[in-house]
């Protein structure tokens, strides 16, 4: 039976991380939501610690500065990706947990807003049960700006989210700032000038500035607790055939400019 957000109420969760070299990991996020699409694979939620990326969008790759935007990242010690969702650069590091969550659904277009609830809604009630006052809903200048990011006070930026559409299925992909929210500004106001965006780099938060102390496994923990209270999860790892199929997508994330 279809779930109204698509699945059907089981989740394989898999925390694998595959940051070399920057484009596989994107990759095997996009070889999995084919997979999940295609009904060979269950519907799989990836939860994992990142390498350091700048993820561009497919309007930044249009963006006459494109070309300075991916320097200023590489030159900070970022690597440069294409984003599987949709939506503008966003940053990626070894404080951040990315978020890649496929569902089989076989009228994904029908079911985007309640996919984007229920991602926002787990993610929300999780950094709440820490201590977080979350909220849903998007901060006046933050970057990669959305009406589903996870928030602060209201004031600062913890969360986005996007959406990428197949037939067959749909893929919620997000990233979580647990510490680290310099390193996001420090790359993204050369980077979101070289684009063009105008955006404030005050937004910028993360979950440690909330709670200090607090960890990435705590966070991923929480947010596998709320989840579990909406749906039965399954622990799994990546299938070989995914990974096969991944290394023949990572050109498509491969920035080569």
Same mark, same amino acid.
């Given at each position: 039976?279809?779930?109204?957000?698509?699945?059907?109420?089981?989740?394989?969760?898999?925390?694998?991380?595959?940051?070399?070299?920057?484009?596989?990991?994107?990759?095997?996020?996009?070889?999995?939501?084919?997979?999940?699409?295609?009904?060979?694979?269950?519907?799989?939620?990836?939860?994992?610690?990142?390498?350091?990326?700048?993820?561009?969008?497919?309007?930044?790759?249009?963006?006459?500065?494109?070309?300075?935007?991916?320097?200023?990242?590489?030159?900070?010690?970022?690597?440069?990706?294409?984003?599987?969702?949709?939506?503008?650069?966003?940053?990626?590091?070894?404080?951040?947990?990315?978020?890649?969550?496929?569902?089989?659904?076989?009228?994904? &277009?029908?079911?985007?807003?309640?996919?984007?609830?229920?991602? @926002?809604? %787990? /993610? =929300? !009630? +999780? *950094?709440?049960?820490?201590?977080?006052?979350?909220?849903?809903?998007?901060?006046?200048?933050?970057?990669?700006?959305?009406?589903?990011?996870?928030?602060?006070?209201?004031?600062?930026?913890?969360?986005?989210?996007?959406?990428?559409?197949?037939?067959?299925?749909?893929?919620?992909?997000?990233?979580?700032?647990?510490?680290?929210?310099?390193?996001?500004?420090?790359?993204?106001?050369?980077?979101?000038?070289?684009?063009?965006?105008?955006?404030?780099?005050?937004?910028?938060?993360?979950?440690?500035?909330?709670?200090?102390?607090?960890?990435?496994?705590?966070?991923?923990?929480?947010?596998?607790?709320?989840?579990?209270?909406? &749906?039965?999860?399954?622990?799994?790892?990546?299938?070989?055939? @995914?990974? %096969? /199929? =991944? !290394? +023949? *997508?990572?050109?498509?994330?491969?920035?080569?400019?």
């Amino acid at each position: 039976m279809t779930r109204p957000g698509g699945g059907s109420g089981l989740v394989r969760v898999l925390r694998q991380a595959f940051p070399s070299p920057p484009e596989r990991d994107m990759a095997v996020s996009h070889a999995i939501l084919r997979r999940v699409a295609q009904g060979a694979e269950p519907e799989t939620l990836r939860l994992h610690r990142p390498a350091a990326v700048v993820a561009f969008g497919p309007k930044d790759r249009l963006a006459p500065g494109f070309p300075e935007a991916v320097a200023h990242a590489r030159s900070l010690g970022f690597g440069a990706v294409l984003r599987l969702a949709g939506g503008r650069a966003a940053v990626f590091h070894e404080g951040t947990l990315a978020l890649s969550w496929a569902v089989p659904d076989p009228e994904p &277009r029908a079911r985007t807003r309640e996919r984007f609830e229920e991602a @926002a809604g %787990v /993610l =929300a !009630e +999780a *950094l709440r049960s820490l201590g977080v006052d979350a909220r849903v809903g998007e901060v006046p200048g933050e970057y990669c700006p959305g009406e589903h990011s996870v928030n602060a006070r209201g004031t600062t930026k913890l969360a986005g989210l996007g959406q990428r559409l197949v037939a067959g299925g749909a893929h919620v992909g997000g990233v979580v700032v647990v510490r680290g929210g310099d390193r996001v500004r420090e790359v993204l106001v050369p980077v979101y000038r070289a684009l063009g965006l105008k955006w404030d780099p005050a937004t910028v938060g993360s979950v440690e500035d909330e709670v200090p102390g607090v960890t990435e496994e705590q966070v991923a923990g929480a947010i596998l607790e709320r989840l579990a209270v909406r &749906r039965e999860l399954q622990p799994g790892q990546v299938s070989s055939e @995914a990974l %096969v /199929l =991944a !290394e +023949a *997508l990572v050109p498509r994330h491969a920035v080569t400019v």
